[in-house]
Every structure is written in structure tokens, then in C-alpha cells.
Nanobody, 115 residues
Framework: QVQLVESGGGLVQPGGSLRLSCAAS????????MGWYRQAPGKQRDLVAS???????NYADSVKGRFTVSRDNANHMVYLQMNSLKPEDTAAYYC?????????WGQGTQVTVSS
């Protein structure tokens, strides 16, 4: 199992930026992908962005050009840089890892975009 701890959420005005961080520990040698999902109240949890061990990225259409996912493999970190934030980006953001044997999740960090 891999343990994940997120940080960096908060309240930001429309058009602003936030950077989320996620630190992985435990069986990190088994990870092949890391990334972020988000879940708004009353909605399903959806993929925001992912990045593989080789650096291949994938983004939801709604965040392309605004969000950037990156990794620090040496320190088992994954980041989500969010720019040009919109009210519809408001959600709980969850870090995840895909590994041999399953998927692990962080506890979530709230991002609220409001004036």
C-alpha cells in the first residue's frame, strides 16, 4: 500500500492560481502512475490529470491549457499547478497512485473558487 498526503488547497478568486502537492510513502516502488481526481458535491469523482513514470500526461478536457501535472520521482511527489481557475473548478481534489495491485487515495483537499 502507498500512503498519500495532500496539501495546497484553499479559497481563491476566479482567475487565480493554486498549486496542490501530494507526498507518497510506503510501497512507492510499485507505482506506475500518479495524478489527481476531483469531486464536487453531488457529482461523481472524475479524473483531472495523470502522469506516468515516463512522464506521459493526460488531462480532462475541461482543464487542458490551465492545469499542469508534474512529478518528482526521486522524492515521490506529484503536483498540480492550477491557473485561470473558474468557479466550476470548485471541488475536493484527491491525489491517487496507480500501482501493481491496486489504487491508493489521499484524504482530499478542498479547492474553492469564489469571489
Amino acid at each position: 500500500q502507498v500512503q498519500l498526503v495532500e496539501s495546497g488547497g484553499g479559497l481563491v478568486q476566479p482567475g487565480g492560481s493554486l498549486r496542490l502537492s501530494c507526498a507518497a510513502s510506503g510501497r512507492t516502488f510499485s507505482i506506475y502512475a500518479m495524478g489527481w481526481y476531483r469531486q464536487a458535491p453531488g457529482k461523481q469523482r472524475d479524473l483531472v490529470a495523470s502522469i506516468t513514470n515516463s512522464g506521459t500526461t493526460n488531462y480532462a478536457d475541461s482543464v487542458k491549457g490551465r492545469f499542469t501535472v508534474s512529478r518528482d520521482n526521486a522524492n515521490h511527489m506529484v503536483y498540480l499547478q492550477m491557473n485561470s481557475l473558474k468557479p466550476e473548478d470548485t471541488a475536493a481534489y484527491y491525489c491517487y497512485v496507480g500501482r501493481r495491485g491496486g489504487t491508493d487515495w489521499g484524504q482530499g483537499t478542498q479547492v474553492t473558487v469564489s469571489s
